[in-house]
C-alpha cells in the first residue's frame, strides 16, 4: 500500500498496516508523504520523492507477490504518475483507492494538480475509489452524491464506493455504484462522534479482503464489520477524535 505517515498513528501508513495484518495479509508499505498532524488536524505535509517511491515500489515488486494495492495520501500530481505506471504493468491486480484530499480537521493534503491527477490518470486504473461525502462532492463536481458518483464512473471509475461515516442520523450508510441500476447499500449502527482514521482502516481492510479472494461485496462487507468493532473499541489517544483499535482480535 501507498500512504502517508501519520505521527498521531491514527490515520494514514499505520492504519493500514494494523488493518492489513489484522485481516490476515502481510502489508509492503511505501511511504508516499510525510506530514504535521496530530488526532485533530493536519498542520503540513511534505512529499516523498518520487523517483524514491518509484525504487521502492520496483524493488519490493520484483521480491514480492502483489495480491492487492491500497493507496491512500499520494503527496502530489509526480507520485501518482509513478503509481500510475506500477498499476499499468499490473492490470490484473486489484487497486483500492482512498481518494484523500482533506484531514477531518479540515487540513488540505491534496492540491488541484494531485487531484487532477487522480481523477485522469489513477482513478480509471482503480476498481474502487472509496471517497466520504465530502471528497465525493470535490471529486464527482455536484452536490448530489448519486450524480457526482456517476460522474466518476462515466469519466473511467470502475466503481464507487460512497462512504457515510462523516455523515449524521442513526446508521452510517454506504452506497457502492457499480454500472448496475441501482446502487448497493449497507447500513451500520453510528457510534456518536468522528474517529481519527476510519476512512484509511475502511479502504485498508477492503483492498486486504481482495487480496485474500473475496469479491469486492463480500471484501466491503468483511471491512464494514472491522472497522465496527475497532470503532466499538476506540482508543483516547489525543485530545481530538478518538483512534479506532484496529488491533482487536479479529475472527474471520
Same mark, same amino acid.
Given at each position: 500500500?501507498?500512504?502517508?505517515?501519520?505521527?498521531?498513528?491514527?490515520?494514514?501508513?499505520?492504519?493500514?498496516?494494523?488493518?492489513?495484518?489484522?485481516?490476515?495479509?502481510?502489508?509492503?508499505?511505501?511511504?508516499?508523504?510525510?506530514?504535521?498532524?496530530?488526532?485533530?488536524?493536519?498542520?503540513?505535509?511534505?512529499?516523498?520523492?518520487?523517483?524514491?517511491?518509484?525504487?521502492?515500489?520496483?524493488?519490493?515488486?520484483?521480491?514480492?507477490?502483489?495480491?492487492?494495492?491500497?493507496?491512500?495520501?499520494?503527496?502530489?500530481?509526480?507520485?501518482?504518475?509513478?503509481?500510475?505506471?506500477?498499476?499499468?504493468?499490473?492490470?490484473?491486480?486489484?487497486?483500492?483507492?482512498?481518494?484523500?484530499?482533506?484531514?477531518?480537521?479540515?487540513?488540505?493534503?491534496?492540491?488541484?494538480?494531485?487531484?487532477?491527477?487522480?481523477?485522469?490518470?489513477?482513478?480509471?486504473?482503480?476498481?474502487?475509489?472509496?471517497?466520504?461525502?465530502?471528497?465525493?462532492?470535490?471529486?464527482?463536481?455536484?452536490?448530489?452524491?448519486?450524480?457526482?458518483? +456517476?460522474?466518476?464512473?462515466?469519466?473511467?471509475?470502475?466503481?464507487?464506493?460512497?462512504?457515510?461515516?462523516?455523515?449524521?442520523?442513526?446508521?452510517?450508510?454506504?452506497?457502492?455504484?457499480?454500472?448496475?441500476?441501482?446502487?448497493? +447499500?449497507?447500513?451500520?449502527?453510528?457510534?456518536?462522534?468522528?474517529?481519527?482514521?476510519?476512512?484509511?482502516?475502511?479502504?485498508?481492510?477492503?483492498?486486504?479482503?481482495?487480496?485474500?479472494?473475496?469479491?469486492?461485496?463480500?471484501?466491503?462487507?468483511?471491512?464494514?464489520?472491522?472497522?465496527?468493532?475497532?470503532?466499538?473499541?476506540?482508543?483516547?489517544?489525543?485530545?481530538?477524535?478518538?483512534?479506532?483499535?484496529?488491533?482487536?482480535?479479529?475472527?474471520?
Amino acid at each position: 500500500m501507498l500512504s502517508g505517515l501519520d505521527p498521531s498513528g491514527g490515520a494514514g501508513i499505520q492504519a493500514d498496516i494494523q488493518a492489513i495484518t489484522s485481516l490476515g495479509c502481510h502489508p509492503l508499505p511505501v511511504l508516499t508523504c510525510l506530514t504535521v498532524q496530530d488526532t485533530r488536524n493536519v498542520y503540513g505535509a511534505s512529499p516523498v520523492d518520487a523517483e524514491l517511491i518509484r525504487q521502492q515500489l520496483e524493488c519490493v515488486a520484483d521480491d514480492s507477490t502483489i495480491h492487492a494495492i491500497k493507496t491512500g495520501a499520494l503527496g502530489n500530481a509526480g507520485i501518482v504518475d509513478v503509481v500510475v505506471e506500477f498499476i499499468r504493468k499490473r492490470p490484473d491486480v486489484p487497486v483500492i483507492t482512498d481518494p484523500v484530499i482533506k484531514a477531518a480537521g479540515g487540513g488540505d493534503l491534496a492540491d488541484d494538480a494531485l487531484i487532477t491527477a487522480m481523477k485522469e490518470r489513477l482513478f480509471p486504473l482503480a476498481e474502487m475509489i472509496t471517497p466520504n461525502g465530502e471528497e465525493l462532492v470535490i471529486l464527482g463536481g455536484d452536490a448530489d452524491a448519486d450524480r457526482a458518483a +456517476q460522474n466518476l464512473m462515466d469519466r473511467g471509475c470502475g466503481s464507487v464506493l460512497a462512504t457515510g461515516g462523516h455523515g449524521t442520523g442513526v446508521h452510517i450508510v454506504n452506497r457502492l455504484y457499480n454500472h448496475a441500476p441501482d446502487p448497493m +447499500q449497507w447500513e451500520i449502527e453510528r457510534i456518536g462522534g468522528e474517529y481519527h482514521g476510519t476512512g484509511c482502516t475502511l479502504a485498508a481492510a477492503i483492498a486486504a479482503g481482495r487480496a485474500t479472494g473475496l469479491s469486492a461485496r463480500a471484501a466491503i462487507a468483511q471491512a464494514q464489520n472491522y472497522v465496527h468493532r475497532a470503532i466499538l473499541h476506540a482508543l483516547a489517544v489525543g485530545k481530538g477524535q478518538p483512534v479506532p483499535d484496529r488491533g482487536i482480535q479479529w475472527e474471520r
